[in-house]
């Protein structure tokens, strides 16, 4: 095995935590690898260690900079090419253009990694209509076009391919804090599983990523959008109680999506707390 570090030695590096990639070159070097919401957090880790596997890497974001400083960097790691574009996962039209654009100048995907979502916080009666829209929209819309478009043409090409999906623990393990985003989640594993059975007898895998607490924008800052101070708080002190905030790397998440792909595996529960809660859900009926 060869682990690569990246420390940040190399100019404009983010310091990183250690990963164990170049066993993965063997499987993804050339490879064409699409990674949504990968200007930040576990996407953009996604698609620095596909590029450091010598993936050719394209970082699609609803952020422009932040997409473009992630294929800068991609290329920096070891991407032979890396590309940025610009959409919201939600725009169904926007895909569908991405998805021709993408076929015409840079191939058919071999690895798809659907991993764009939002955080909404708030009980369920509060949540408004337009919150519960908009988490739908971007978590699992988001999703059901990526499969869709991206997977017809895995399917055409007839020579296999995978999907990943990022759902999330929250997506077996209910919260009173975050009604809408678990809804999505649970979404998100139940259609990778059903995509999965489908595509089977086709030779492209499908996987649903599901991260306990990790260490990103979404958590690390409690960004959640349209969550005040207090709010923020309580969404922290609550999942800390839940999950115990342990400070995952989202470098981990992205070294179990690579494990996922190279092994075929349908669920994957990545932190310690994300096991824990998948396990429970199985064993136990929910209180
Ligand atoms: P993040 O906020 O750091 O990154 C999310 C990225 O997605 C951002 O760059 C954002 O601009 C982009 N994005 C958001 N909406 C988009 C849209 N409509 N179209 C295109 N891009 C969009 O958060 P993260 O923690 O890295 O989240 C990545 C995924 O992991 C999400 O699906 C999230 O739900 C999931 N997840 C995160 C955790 C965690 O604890 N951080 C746990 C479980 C699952």
């Known amino acids: ?33 699409l990674v949504t919401g990968a200007g930040s957090g576990i996407g953009r880790a996604t698609a620095f260690s596909f590029a ?10 609803r952020d422009p900079q932040s997409a473009a400083r992630t294929a800068d960097l991609a290329r920096l790691v070891g ?28 191939g058919t995907v071999d690895v798809l990694v659907n991993n764009a979502g939002i955080g909404m916080a708030g009980s369920f009666l509060e949540t408004t209509t337009e919150e519960w829209r908009r988490t739908l929209d971007v978590n699992l819309w988001g999703v059901i076009h990526g499969c869709r478009l991206f997977g017809r043409q895995m399917a055409e090409r007839g020579q296999g391919g995978h999907i990943v999906n990022t759902a999330s623990a929250a997506a077996y393990q209910p919260s009173r804090a975050l009604p809408a985003y678990s809804t999505s989640k649970a979404a998100v594993l ?19 990523v599901c991260p306990g607490f990790v260490n ?15 709010e923020q708080e ?40 994300a096991r824990g809660a998948r396990l429970l859900s199985r064993l136990a009926p929910r209180a």
């Open 234 to 273: 309580r969404i922290r002190r609550r999942t800390s109680r839940l999950y115990g905030i342990r400070n995952y790397p989202p470098e981990k998440v992205a070294e179990a999506v690579l494990r996922a792909v190279v092994r075929n595996q349908a669920v994957v529960p990545v932190t310690p707390e």
């Open 190 to 208: 139940m259609l990778s599983e059903c995509l999965r059975a489908e595509l089977a007898g086709r030779g492209i895998g499908v996987t649903a």
């Open 79 to 106: 991407a032979p090419q890396a590309w940025a574009e610009t959409v919201d996962v939600a725009d169904e039209q926007a895909m569908e253009k991405l998805a021709e654009k993408v076929a015409t100048a840079y």
């Open 1 to 33: 095995w060869i682990t690569e570090f990246v420390d940040g030695t190399e100019p404009g590096m983010p310091a990183r935590e250690p990963v164990a990639t170049g066993r993965y070159a063997e499987r993804f070097a050339g490879q064409l690898v």
């Open 216 to 230: 990103t924008n979404i958590t690390g800052t409690a960004r959640f959008a349209g969550a005040d101070e207090a």
């Open 52 to 61: 450091e596997a010598g993936a050719r890497v394209i970082a699609v974001d």
